[in-house]
Nanobody, 117 residues
Framework: QVQLVESGGGLVQPGESLRLSCVSS????????MGWYRQAPGNERELVAT???????TYADSVKGRFAVSRDIVKNTLYVQMNSLRPEDTAVYYC???????????WGQGTQVTVSS
C-alpha cells in the first residue's frame, strides 16, 4: 500500500515561512506527476503547485513567487517551501502523486497550516 505522509505544518505569523514535506513509501521516480493542493474551511480543494517528472513546477497565481517545490529522490520526498505567508494561505495542505504506470493517484492525509497574528 503506497503511503504519502505530510509533515511540517503549524501556526506561524504573517510574513513567516514554513517548509512542508511529503514522504513517499515508494520511489518518487515511479510517479509521473506530484504536487500540492490545499483546502481552506468552506472552500474547494485548490491546486497549489504541480511538478511533472522532468519538468519545472507550475504554481497557482496566488502563491507564485512565494512558494517553491523541490524533490529529493534519495529521500523519496517532495517539499514545498512557503515564504511570505499570508492569512489567506491558511488551509490543510495535501500532497499527491500519480503512478506513471497505473495512473492511480495517491493522497497524503494533510497537514494544517495556519497563518495568524
Amino acid at each position: 500500500q503506497v503511503q504519502l505522509v505530510e509533515s511540517g505544518g503549524g501556526l506561524v505569523q504573517p510574513g513567516e515561512s514554513l517548509r512542508l514535506s511529503c514522504v513517499s513509501s515508494k520511489s518518487i521516480l515511479s510517479y509521473d506527476i506530484m504536487g500540492w493542493y490545499r483546502q481552506a474551511p468552506g472552500n474547494e480543494r485548490e491546486l497549489v503547485a504541480t511538478v511533472p517528472r522532468g519538468e519545472s513546477a507550475t504554481y497557482a497565481d496566488s502563491v507564485k513567487g512565494r512558494f517553491a517545490v523541490s524533490r529529493d529522490i534519495v529521500k523519496n520526498t517532495l517539499y514545498v517551501q512557503m515564504n511570505s505567508l499570508r492569512p489567506e494561505d491558511t488551509a490543510v495542505y495535501y500532497c499527491y502523486a500519480r503512478d506513471s504506470r497505473t495512473f492511480r493517484v495517491y493522497w497524503g492525509q494533510g497537514t494544517q497550516v495556519t497563518v495568524s497574528s
